[in-house]
């Protein structure tokens, strides 16, 4: 029996270093389809408003909305600080509510970005709203939601 012991020592350890391996491959493997999980819905830039209507989200989720700022929306509330608007891709609309000073770029029929989370009521509710910069730039992806939906036009020089 004492001759077949030390046979049993090395496939042991090689079997634990097996085990150890195969371990850590599968705690990672874990690891990673949490992460892609976490970030599935995080990896788009923004929601236009058509995405909206497609997309089914969490209630709370925090989420980027682009498009323009449709003509003769823009509505200052009574206490000075709240400002209501609607977003338009030209095809769908969504009414946003916002609470503070909004960028000095910010006009109707410009393209802005908005963060927040869509309420029940169909509102979205901001937190950060950004403007374009100049008269000639319009976020990549509001131009690729206008372009999709067929409403884009090129801006004039």
């Given at each position: 029996m004492s001759a077949s012991s030390p046979m049993r020592t090395p496939a042991t350890r090689k079997r634990r270093r097996l085990y150890?391996?195969?371990?850590?491959?599968?705690?990672?493997?874990?690891?990673?389809?949490?992460?892609?999980?976490?970030?599935?819905?995080?990896?788009?830039?923004?929601?236009?408003?058509?995405?909206?209507?497609?997309?089914?989200?969490?209630?709370?989720?925090?989420?980027?909305?682009?498009?323009?700022?449709?003509?003769?929306?823009?509505?200052?509330?009574?206490?000075?600080?709240?400002?209501?608007?609607?977003?338009?891709?030209?095809?769908?609309?969504?009414?946003?509510?916002?609470?503070?000073?909004l960028p000095d770029l910010f006009r109707e029929g410009q393209g802005v970005v908005s963060q927040g989370t869509l309420g029940p009521d169909g509102v979205f509710v901001a937190s950060e709203v950004l403007a374009k910069h100049d008269e000639k730039y319009m976020p990549p992806e509001v131009a690729d939601a206008l372009k999709r939906s067929g409403q884009w036009k090129e801006p004039t020089k």
């Open positions: 150890a391996v195969l371990a850590g491959l599968t705690m990672l493997g874990i690891a990673a389809a949490l992460v892609l999980t976490a970030f599935q819905d995080n990896i788009v830039f923004f929601y236009s408003p058509s995405d909206l209507t497609e997309k089914e989200l969490r209630p709370g989720q925090n989420i980027r909305l682009g498009g323009l700022v449709e003509e003769g929306s823009v509505k200052k509330a009574a206490d000075g600080v709240t400002t209501e608007f609607v977003i338009t891709d030209l095809s769908k609309t969504v009414p946003v509510r916002y609470g503070g000073l």
